[in-house]
């Protein structure tokens, strides 16, 4: 029963910050052993893990985004939200917010594993 929905801006100019929300509806985004995670493909590419914010309100980020994405939540709308700043055209993709889960606790999100997605919204940056 857990549905999830990306809204955002669908068009973005370089340089700029853009956000996206994903609002989760049939479950709680405070569910023990969850990682809220934002995931992107660019065209022509595969998928690219963004980030996640887990159950506890703790973020994790990709490497290679960390320095210009940022990933918070507000619970009492059951919404997570992110936030890509310095924007460039390769940055363009479907953004897919999903439902993460570990099988164990003590594995990196490397393992995660997605019970739950989103139908991606796409953002295309260009001036």
């Known amino acids: 029963q857990i549905q999830l929905l990306e809204s955002g801006p669908g068009l973005v100019k370089p340089s700029q910050t853009f956000s996206l929300t994903c609002t989760v509806s049939?479950?709680?985004?405070?569910?023990?052993?969850?990682?809220w995670s934002w995931i992107r493909q660019p065209p022509g590419k595969g998928l690219e893990w963004m980030g996640a914010?887990?159950?506890?309100?703790?973020?994790y980020y990709s490497p290679s985004l960390k320095s210009r994405t940022s990933i918070s939540r507000d619970t009492s709308k059951n919404q997570f939200t992110l936030q890509l700043r310095s924007v460039t055209p390769e940055d363009t993709a479907v953004y897919y917010c999903?439902?993460?889960?570990?099988?164990?606790?003590?594995?990196?999100?490397?393992?995660?594993?997605?019970?739950?997605w989103g139908q991606g919204t796409q953002v295309t940056v260009s001036s």
């Open positions: 914010i887990a159950d506890s309100g703790s973020t």
């Open positions: 999903a439902r993460g889960l570990k099988d164990s606790d003590d594995l990196t999100m490397a393992s995660l594993w997605y019970a739950s």
């Open positions: 049939g479950g709680s985004i405070t569910t023990n052993y969850h990682y």
